[in-house]
């Protein structure tokens, strides 16, 4: 690892991988002979083109994206989302959501302005430790979609299957915290979207997947012609400046992801990471893990020694351990270890070490 660098386990902004951050660095000053900076050239220029051409392209190799889906590089962030959902979404005006944390009820908010929305599991009883079982679902048939949040990072609890919908009902899923941690069956999904900041880059791009025949419905008289997302297809996202350093530095992780093996890796190294993490939390009575274990997350990891003082007393000392950001979000409160992609095994096994040490001096 890079001198000075420590086991960041921010939920996002997140770690990169370290040869994509060198990578960068070399290409800062003159991009392949261009004399600029990818930050300082025009989103239209050549040389630009190459660069947003190839990280869709790879994007498509990576997650196997069938050809009748159209790749959408936006900027809002996953919450801007949340509306312009329902706004292309819409069409008999009813919608089912699954409400399974914080960023799903945000979703579940802004589609209530604009249609009938049904909720059709919340796991809000139990402050969102857990997410539903397919069994569990109530789906209506008529329903313009289904949305789920795959992967629900401030509770640390995830999908482990696609959920079923009724025939022609889509499936729309927020992955902004678990893309590219494990292959998915695109065609299992009418949109996929993620924020890439935990997993694919740096902020300001929102990725967003959608299968071509959900194009279309978009009421552009009404509504503000950014978030239409054919529109935005037309222009290939570019009816205005999108955000060209965050999809340039996306290539470079879908490159890294590559060239170590794609999305099988990433899962094989995911579940080796938090079976780690989870082994040792089950080992122990000091620490409690705050997701049901059926739905246990591979990207942030909850947990908890169930007394308030000692659990910022880790914060505290983790930190001054070097690592950073294992404070638990405010509605969880206790400890979260976001470990995406960019996490090496050793930042997981550094942690379990101190974890082990802070038991025996606190027990
Ligand atoms: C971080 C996050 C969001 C919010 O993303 P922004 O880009 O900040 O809008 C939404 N959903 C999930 C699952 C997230 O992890």
New binding site residues.
Partial sequence: MADNRIFNFS??PSMLPVPVLERAASEMLNYKGSGMSVMEMSHRSKVYDAVIKDAEAALRRVMNIPENYTVLFLQG????QFAAIPMNLMKTGKADYAVTGN?ANNAYKEAVKFGDIHVAYSSKETNFDHVPAQNELDLNADADYFYI?A???IYGTEYSYDPETPENVPLVA?M??NILSKPVDVSKYGVIYA?A??NMGP?GL?VVIVRDDLLGSYPKEKYPAMLDWKLMADKESMYNTPPTYAIYVLGLVLEWVESLGGLTEMARRAEEKSSLLYDYLDSTDFYQAVAAKDSRSRMNVTFRTGNDELDAKFAKESAAAGMSNLKGHRSVGGMRASIYNAMPLEGVQTLIDFMKKFEAANK
């Fill in positions: 939920a996002g962030g996953a919450t801007t960023f949040c992967n629900n990072t927020d902004s915290s924020g900041q935990k902020a929102t």
